[in-house]
């Protein structure tokens, strides 16, 4: 058995490494783990040093699509398993919204546990084969375990498992195959690291691109209605209308 790495990590660095400009302060963080979250069930689980949001949409037939896997340690895995069977839940789809690593941790994991490989944009591929390289620039041990993706997802695909309804929207700039997934029908956005209450999601990452994620912001989530309430990849929950409004990037 690999002994693990262990390293400290400064709040800073983390909110760099998670992908969130350091304009966002740390006590942002939504420390309630276990919210379930108006007529849509979205359970939220805080995974990682990297205090990472993964979000686990549970339908009325109680099938569900997880977004964003990053459980790591096996504490981690194991509460994400036991909550799914004491709930008798039936996990159908795993999403990624980016290939970084934190957004990832899991996927591995769940397509051994139930053979579902996630699903991500294809330009985010050489992220998933440089996952051990995003591991130990972080001084992270034991990423050896790399599952390829099972599908690759596009602009304008269309996800239905049960009554849950989500849109494809493609978004890059953060990483070049950042996706957001949008259930108009609630009112919700799940943006990963596109989007943060008050900031937006860091450049300087490999092919990360400034003027492309704003233009993406501007013209695929400023769109949406000003209630839609945008679940991040990090951090609290923010509407459109108050990033509208009092988000200093988009302004």
């Known amino acids: 058995m690999k ?7 400064t709040i800073a660095s983390l909110l760099l490494a998670a992908g969130i400009l350091i304009t966002v302060t740390g006590n942002n963080v939504n420390k309630n783990k276990n919210q379930i979250i108006h ?22 037939d109680n099938e569900c699509i997880l977004i964003d896997p990053g459980c790591f340690e096996q504490e981690e ?8 069977e004491e709930n008798k839940l039936v996990l159908k789809r795993v999403l990624n919204t980016h290939l970084h ?19 991500a944009h294809q330009a985010d591929e050489f992220l998933l084969e440089r996952m051990t390289q995003q591991a130990e620039m972080f001084g992270i041990g034991g990423v050896d375990d790399v599952t390829p ?16 309804e989500l849109e494809v929207l493609h978004v890059p700039g953060h990483s070049p195959g950042s996706l957001v997934y949008y259930a108009p029908k609630n009112g919700y956005v799940f943006v990963g ?14 092919k990360g ?10 013209s695929k989530l400023l769109t949406l209605p000003d209630g839609t309430v945008v679940f991040s990849g990090h951090g609290p929950r923010t509407t459109i209308g108050e990033e509208r409004r009092y988000n200093p990037f988009l302004k």
Request: zero cysteines; proline letters at 2%; hydrophobic letters at 40%.
């Open 77 to 84: 895995k194991e509460r994400l398993k036991a909550y799914l």
């Open 39 to 60: 007529d849509m069930k979205v359970k939220l689980f805080v995974f990682s040093p990297f205090q990472e949001n993964t979000y686990l949409l549970i339908s009325e």
């Open 193 to 206: 690291d596109v989007l943060f209450q008050g900031s937006i999601g860091r450049t300087d990452l490999p």
């Open 101 to 119: 690593i934190d957004h990832a941790f899991g996927n591995s994991f769940l397509f051994h546990q139930y053979g579902i490989a996630a699903e």
């Open 149 to 164: 993706l099972g599908n690759y997802l596009n602009e304008g695909d269309k996800i239905k498992v049960g009554d849950i």
């Open 3 to 9: 002994r693990k790495k262990i390293v400290i990590i």
């Open 209 to 218: 691109n400034y003027n492309e994620l704003i233009s993406g912001i501007r």
